[in-house]
């Protein structure tokens, strides 16, 4: 008999006092979207109760909201410009349990060097830090990375505990052409069971239906309801994205309604660390979302649990029996200001300070491979770089548009100045 689950088991049913008990508490059913008042009872870091329960250690909550651990479905946590420790710490007080990442951005300089340097510095934290293999080493055929990642660099990572799949399919042409180095990584993602997140920005109609063919589940591009509408019509989950440079929240806000809120989850895709500190992480888009109208219950859901069913994370996302005592209390459903942070029925933050569990530990005595510390290897820039060499009748400007990612070309007359 598994002596751990026993006792679990004898917590829940009473025959022994649960080790912890949050008493009078309000609680988000994510099951039925609804508030639900209670006890939580905890006992090895699981759920194991809700209802009434006296606990050999009670805290009571007096009516404030309980809420499942908050998880970020796409980040690139080296965009953060922090190390994994570091960004734990940041985020850990605004109530985030989980992060789903996309090392792509550290590959493209280091390699599979810089896939185990994040794999290892992610160890250890109160923070679970769950991997999505970068699909698009280099992102573009053009591009001058450090590194060519195929399906077979790939493969050895699938055998990792907390690697979850590929990363978003940034080649969305290559894909729906069937280029042969990408239909590769996706087979190899298949015959080990595991996700595909996709990156398709404006993807419509064929080109769309040719891409979820490939077996992509995801996007976290939708810039427009149209376009997140259609893509959950062919079965993707979306994501939506607010972070530092997209900000796609208030153009998709009527997401947050039936019956599209049950296919979508709320994303940061990289947010800067003045940000974080600042402004918060997944709690912020909470916030957010509830001051233009969204329902703050779903807004929970969608920045909890459909990431945790999405990813099949299935024992955590909830507050239920057979959970994963990951929990956050916050004052209320409108202010969303986060009180306490447990990881396993352990507290780890309260009133935005951390305090160290048992189980946390430090990676940062871990050496920086070169490889990934001296990373700069690019020319001096000088000023005559900038200048343009032959003179023609118009010049291709590329144009950013503000809160997105997506870029405008306009054709503008050339000048010697």
């Not at 699909?135 to 990642?149: Q, T």
């Given at each position: 008999m598994d002596r751990m689950l026993a006792e679990r088991i004898f917590a829940a049913s009473g025959r022994k006092k649960p080790s912890l008990v949050l008493k009078n508490a309000r609680m988000v059913n994510v099951f039925t979207s609804e508030l639900e008042d209670g006890d939580i009872a905890i006992e090895g870091g699981y759920i194991v109760g809700i209802g009434f329960y006296e606990g050999e250690t009670e805290?009571?909550?007096?009516?404030?909201?309980?809420?499942?651990?908050?998880?970020?479905?796409?980040i690139h946590l080296e965009s953060s410009m922090l190390s994994p420790e570091e960004f734990a710490k940041t985020v850990i007080p605004h109530g985030t349990s989980a992060v789903i990442t996309d090392p792509h951005e550290i590959a493209n300089v280091a390699g599979t060097e810089g896939i185990r340097f994040m794999m290892e510095r992610s160890r250890n934290l109160d923070l679970d830090v769950y991997f999505m293999l970068p699909?698009?080493?280099?992102?573009?055929?053009?591009?001058?990375?450090?590194?060519?990642?195929t399906a077979d660099d790939l493969a050895p990572f699938y055998q990792e505990k907390y690697v979850l799949g590929l990363a978003e399919l940034m080649d969305s042409h290559g894909t729906i052409q069937a280029d042969p180095g990408i239909m590769s990584k996706i087979m190899s993602a298949a015959k080990h069971g595991r996700l595909i997140d996709g990156h398709g920005?404006?993807?419509?109609?064929?080109?769309?239906?040719?891409?979820?063919?490939?077996?992509?589940?995801?996007?976290?591009?939708?810039?427009?309801?149209?376009?997140?509408?259609?893509?959950?019509?062919?079965?993707?989950?979306?994501?939506?994205?607010?972070?530092?440079?997209?900000?796609?929240?208030?153009?998709?806000?009527?997401?947050?309604e039936e019956p599209y809120y049950h296919r979508c989850m709320l994303v940061t895709d990289d947010r800067h660390p003045g940000e974080l500190s600042r402004l918060g992480h997944m709690d912020y888009i909470i916030r957010k979302a509830i001051r233009l109208g969204a329902d703050p219950v779903r807004a929970v859901i969608m920045a909890s649990y459909q990431a945790a069913r999405y990813f099949r994370l299935n024992e955590t996302g909830a507050i239920a029996p057979g959970y994963q005592a990951n929990l956050i209390v916050v004052s209320d459903l409108k202010e969303f200001t986060v009180s306490k942070v447990y990881r396993k029925g352990?507290?780890?933050?309260?009133?935005?300070?951390?305090?160290?569990?048992?189980?946390?530990?430090?990676?940062a005595h871990r050496q920086i491979p070169d490889k990934v510390g001296?990373?700069?290897?690019?020319?001096?820039?000088?000023?005559?770089?900038?200048?343009?060499?032959?003179?023609g009748d118009t010049i291709r400007v590329l144009c950013l548009t503000p809160g997105e990612l997506t870029t405008k070309e306009k054709l503008v007359p050339w000048t010697e100045n």
């Open positions: 805290v009571d909550v007096g009516g404030q909201v309980v809420c499942p651990g908050l998880i970020d479905g796409h699909s698009c080493v280099p992102a573009a055929k053009l591009d001058e990375s450090g590194a060519v990642l920005p404006l993807l419509s109609g064929r080109q769309l239906n040719a891409y979820i063919t490939a077996g992509v589940g995801s996007d976290h591009e939708c810039s427009c309801m149209e376009e997140a509408v259609e893509k959950i019509k062919r079965g993707q989950w979306v994501m939506i994205r607010e972070g530092t440079a997209a900000r796609n929240l208030k153009a998709l806000l009527p997401l947050f352990i507290l780890v933050a309260e009133d935005g300070r951390l305090v160290q569990s048992p189980e946390a530990g430090t990676n001296n990373s700069f290897r690019l020319k001096e820039i000088v000023s005559e770089d900038f200048v343009m060499k032959e003179e």
